[in-house]
Each structure stands twice: as C-alpha cells, then as structure tokens.
C-alpha cells in the first residue's frame, strides 16, 4: 500500500505527462498549420510518449493499491511565433518536467519507498534524452535560421518519428 504523500506525487505527474502531451500536441498543431509536417509529426509523436508515461504511472498506482486523485489539465500556451520559440518551449518544459521527477525520487527515498523509488528512476533517466534532444534541436534550428533548404531538411528529417510504446516490454 503506497503512503499518501507518494500517491499524491504519483498522481500529480500523471496530470503533468498528461499536460505535456496536451502541451506538444498545441505546438503540433501550430508547426501543422505552419507547413511543417515534420516537425508537427515529430511533436504528435512526443505527445503521445507522454500519455503513455501518465498512463503507465496511473496503472502503477492502482497496482500498488492506490486510489489516483484528478486534477484538470491546465490550458498550455496556444499560440507560438517561430519553430525556435517551440524547440526553445520544449527543452524549459523538459527540464520542468526533469525537477518535478528528482522531487518524487527524494520524496520517495525520505519515505524509504524503495519501489517508488526504482519506478521513478526510469523517468529520471528517461530525461537524460529528452533533454538533449530538445537541446539538440534548438541548437539546429538557430543554426539554421532562415536558410529555407535546411529548413526543409529538418522537417523532412523529422518527418522520419514513429512512436513506439516506451513501455511495451515492460510490466508496470
Ligand atoms: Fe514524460
Ligand atoms: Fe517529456
């Protein structure tokens, strides 16, 4: 049975996966509506990494014997100027995302909840890439700048994003 103050952190990063998904598919559908399909499919692929992330904490919590507790997903930020401001919104939220998951790590060490613990850990690595992905990115598209043939490489180049469910090997 998980103690309280964990199901509660539990359940909050199941809002904020949610939220990240809601968040990438907003910027989606800007690039979409921009004329970059590559990189609107490679934000849609994103999204849906992370509800498969909140997903498989929820399950998590009802394995443990928990009962999640719901909260409304937060509006994100709909409109964007650039695709730099978006690469640039992605790697601040990813880091966001990295602090909210040390936190559940100490949370869960200070209750010596071991499992939590080693639950969690996957997402904290699991931030080790997407925070350099997002800095890879920004740090390519300000390189490019308004080079449109570059650009367009880009967009083709992550045209290439298919999902894959990170947790299709794996029990809860
Ligand atoms: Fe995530
Ligand atoms: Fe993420």
């Known amino acids: ?15 904020a996966e949610y939220y990240s998904a809601y968040l990438y598919l907003t910027m989606s559908a800007y690039a ?4 970059f399909k590559g990189v609107a499919n490679w934000l849609f692929v994103q999204a849906q990494e992370e509800l498969a992330h909140g997903t498989h904490i929820y ?15 937060k ?10 401001e978006v690469f640039a919104k992605t790697l601040a939220h990813e880091q966001h995302v990295t602090e909210l998951l040390n ?4 949370v869960a060490m200070r209750e010596n909840d071991h499992a939590t613990y080693n639950f969690i850990l996957w997402y904290v690595n699991e931030q080790i890439e997407e925070e350099a ?11 490019i700048g308004d080079n449109s043939a570059l650009l367009y490489n880009l967009d083709t180049e992550l045209a290439a994003r298919v999902f894959t469910d990170p947790f299709a090997n794996k029990t809860a």
């Open 75 to 84: 509006l994100p930020q709909t409109e964007f100027k650039s695709i730099e």
């Open 32 to 35: 979409d509506r921009a004329g």
């Open 1 to 15: 049975m998980l103690k309280t103050s964990i199901s509660t952190v539990l359940s909050e990063q199941v809002n």
């Open 133 to 143: 992905t997002a800095d890879e990115l920004l740090t390519k598209i300000r390189l």
């Open 103 to 106: 936190n559940i790590a100490s």
């Open 59 to 73: 399950q998590h919590l009802l394995e443990r014997g928990a009962m999640p507790t719901f909260a409304d997903i």
